[in-house]
């Protein structure tokens, strides 16, 4: 498909020059004021911008700076009055592709957006771009001194640019933290993720680095590697203890160099990012075995997170299924809730699979009820969880609150409803540290 420019200038006469200087090769569109260059980005599927500084209203880079952390993949070209070689080099630090003074637009304006536009072709950026973007984000954080500890870690030292590696089983929310660590990092490049344990070595290594047209048998065309995408965004390394030794060490020397070069490829390209590995294995065995590189190790591990497993956070476990479940009735215009006994079998349970098994058990019997009045909750027989008196109280606990809530934190009244004493009713309000009145 033709690729379309978007060009945004206040000035009618700019932008009619613009559109001369670029031809007729490529689509365009036009913006005359910040809004409606944000608006046509909204709606338009928009190939690049060449964007004026000067747009009444904007404080310098503002608007620069907002195309770019909307839109990291987008290349955008500034058009200034002023040969301002200071204004230059500050665009391209907020990643700017390219500056263009406008005395000189008619000669470096359309071979700028050719270098563009042919480093794209060659590639399949633009897809892999997509799928770097294409992430959900869905944080919940259960009131629990262990979530919030790791969270409030996570986040607190997010705008460093040390490495994170997240540990924990199988389900526990390593995927989730990650995002959500890029999310609160401010970096305005990509998360890109990549998953060490499903690829063959090779694969791995074309996927990482990409390659060149011509790099090996089958590469028919030249390839932009994730490592290139994660640039000024978030590299996510998942399932790290299956990266191979000879992986690990060209990828050492990738963060070390802060470059790279591509499979087939002379040039080193730079590249800065930030990177969170995370795995369920347990890396000191494995660098014990000889499979994980020990220097590696310490360069991932500039900061650790474990995820505590569901069954060591029982309190967790009402919280996680109101999370869940206020999702799926607000979805689907429900208003389904989990009964007591089989309230009581979640809580029991030992949860191997941790948040993801929560999460699919609540799913089934969301839909069963849907469909059958008789949820039938666990499948196994329950194991008993230890730690379960305290869950019951966090239920009780939330009980209370929507009791309270119900009847505008009038004591008397909610234990009314509740069929219990005042006093008794008050003392817990009390003991859970609650409001009323
Ligand atoms: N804090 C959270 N808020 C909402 N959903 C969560 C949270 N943590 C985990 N989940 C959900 O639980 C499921 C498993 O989470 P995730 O994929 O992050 O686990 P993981 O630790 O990466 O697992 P694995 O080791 O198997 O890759 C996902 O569906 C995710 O949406
Ligand atoms: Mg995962």
Known sequence: MNPTVLIVDDKEAARVLAKDYIGNTWSHLEADSSASCLATLRSHAV?????????????????????RQKYPSLPVLMLTSFGDFQKAVQATKLGASDFIPKEQAELLLKPSLDRIFKSRQDSDLSDAYKDALNVKYETFIP??????AVYAEGERLAKSDLSYLLLGETGTGKDVLAQHVHRCSGRSGAFVRVDCGELDAHFLRSELFGHEKGAYTGADLSRI??????????????????MSLDIQSKFLTVLEKKSFQRLGGNDAISVEFRVIAATNMDLKKAIA???????????????ELVLPPLRETPEAIPQFIQHFLSALNKTHHSQFNLDLMTLGKYLSHLWPGNIRELKAHLKR???????????????????????????IQVIEKMNIEQMLKAHDGNVSQAAKAMNLKRQTLAYKVKKFGLEAI
């Open 365 to 391: 019997d969301f839909f069963r009820s849907q469909f059958s009045s008789d949820p039938t909750g666990i499948a196994s027989p329950p194991e008993t969880n230890p730690n379960m008196t305290s869950a």
């Open 289 to 303: 075995a000889g499979k994980f590189r020990e220097d590696l190790y310490y360069r991932l591990n500039e900061i």
């Open 225 to 242: 590697g994730k490592i290139e995408l994660a640039n000024r965004g978030t590299l996510f390394l998942d399932e790290i203890g299956n």
């Open 143 to 148: 009131d629990h001194p262990l979530y919030s």
């Open 47 to 67: 190939d690049a911008v060449v964007l004026d500084l000067n747009i009444p209203g904007v404080k310098d880079f503002g608007l620069l700076t907002t195309v």
